[in-house]
C-alpha cells in the first residue's frame, strides 16, 4: 500500500478517534449509541417472530435514529478539514447532505409504510397473539422506553441533523419533535400491546392503525428537515438573515465612491453559517482597497466569508 495512503488511512482514524472521544458526553453517547444498536437487533426479531407491523416500523425508525447519529459526528468530523482547491469552503456541507439522505430514505419509507397499512387492512395477516408473543413485545416496548428515556437526557441536542434550519431556525423545533415522539412513539406501543394482550383479537386492527398514525407523523416531522436541508444544498438565499443583509447591501451602495452593487448572490454553506458573492461597481478616482476593506468590514458581522469583486466604471 503506497505510503501516501497509509498516512491518509491513519490521520482519518486519528480524527475520528478526536471527534468521537472528543469529551465525557461523547464518550456516553457512542455507548448509548451501542446499547441502541443492539435494541434495534432486538426489536427487529421480535417483529419478525411476531409479523408485527409496528414494531417492525418503530426499528427503521431507530436505525434513522442511528444513522442521524452518525452523520452528526460526520460532519462534526468534516468541518475540522481543511479546505482544497476544489472545495474552497471546507467539508462543512457533509452533514447537510447526509441529513437530506436520511431525510429522504425516511419519507420513502413511510409512504412504504402507508402501503402497507393498507394492504394489510384489506388483506389482514396473522400475528402472533400467544401470551408469550405478547410478553415478548411488551418487555421490547418496555426496554425501549427506558433506552429512548435515557436518549432524551444525553443525545437530544444532536439526533436528526443537528442544528438545521427552514433555512436556519425551524429544524430545532423539529428536531425537538423528532425527539419526543421517539419517546412517546414507545409509550403509544406499550399502550397499544397492553390492549391487545387483554383483547387479542383486536391486536391486528391495533397494528395497522398505529403504524398508519407513525408514518404521517414521522412524514410530518422529515419534510421539513428534508426542505431545509435541500435549500442549503441548493444555495438558496437564507431568509433568516436576508433582511440584515439587505441593510448591508444599502450601507454599502452609500460608500464614497461606489456606484451600484450588482449580481449578488447570498447562501447557507452550512447551518448557521452564511457565505456570499457581490459585485461592486465604482468610480474611476475610487481607491479600491479603501473601498473593499469597508466592504468586508459591513459583513463580517453576518456572514462567514463573502467574495467581493471591484469593477471602475468606464
Aim: proline share 3%; hydrophobic share 45%; with cysteine.
Amino acid at each position: 500500500m503506497p505510503t501516501f495512503a497509509v498516512e491518509e488511512q491513519s490521520s482519518f482514524f486519528s480524527n475520528l478517534k478526536n471527534v468521537v472521544l472528543a469529551t465525557r458526553k461523547d464518550k456516553i453517547n457512542i455507548v448509548y449509541f451501542v446499547v441502541l444498536m443492539v435494541f434495534a437487533l432486538r426489536e427487529l426479531m421480535v417483529s419478525v417472530d411476531t409479523n408485527s407491523l409496528g414494531l417492525l416500523v418503530s426499528t427503521v425508525h431507530t436505525a434513522f435514529c442511528l444513522f442521524s447519529i452518525i452523520i452528526y459526528y460526520a460532519g462534526k468530523m468534516y468541518a475540522h478539514r481543511s479546505s482544497t482547491e476544489s472545495m474552497t469552503y471546507g467539508f462543512q456541507r457533509v452533514e447537510p447532505l447526509l441529513g437530506f439522505i436520511n431525510g429522504f430514505f425516511l419519507v420513502l419509507f413511510s409512504a412504504f409504510t402507508l402501503m402497507q397499512c393498507v394492504e394489510r387492512m384489506i388483506e389482514p395477516v396473522v400475528i402472533a397473539t400467544e401470551p408469550d408473543s405478547i410478553h415478548s413485545i411488551i418487555s421490547t416496548v418496555c426496554w425501549g422506553l427506558l433506552i429512548n428515556g435515557i436518549g432524551l437526557c444525553f443525545f437530544s441536542d444532536i439526533i436528526f441533523v443537528r442544528e438545521a434550519s427552514s433555512t436556519s431556525s425551524s429544524i430545532p423545533q423539529s428536531q425537538k419533535r423528532f425527539v419526543l415522539f421517539h419517546f412517546i412513539q414507545n409509550i403509544t406501543v406499550i399502550t397499544i400491546y397492553s390492549i391487545s394482550f387483554w383483547y387479542p383479537s383486536g391486536i391486528i386492527s391495533y397494528d395497522g392503525l398505529f403504524s398508519m398514525a407513525m408514518a404521517f407523523i414521522v412524514i410530518y416531522i422529515a419534510i421539513p428537515i428534508l426542505t431545509a436541508n435541500g435549500m442549503i444544498l441548493l444555495q438558496t438565499s437564507p431568509q433568516t438573515v436576508y433582511p440584515q443583509i439587505y441593510a448591508k447591501l444599502q450601507q454599502l451602495q452609500q460608500l464614497d465612491g461606489v456606484l451600484e452593487y450588482k449580481n449578488e448572490h447570498f447562501w447557507t454553506l452550512s447551518p448557521n453559517n452564511f457565505v456570499g458573492s457581490v459585485v461592486v461597481v465604482i468610480n474611476e478616482d475610487a481607491d479600491e482597497q479603501t473601498i473593499l476593506k469597508q466592504a468586508h468590514e459591513l459583513f463580517d458581522s453576518v456572514l462567514k466569508d463573502i467574495c467581493i469583486q471591484v469593477q471602475k466604471h468606464n
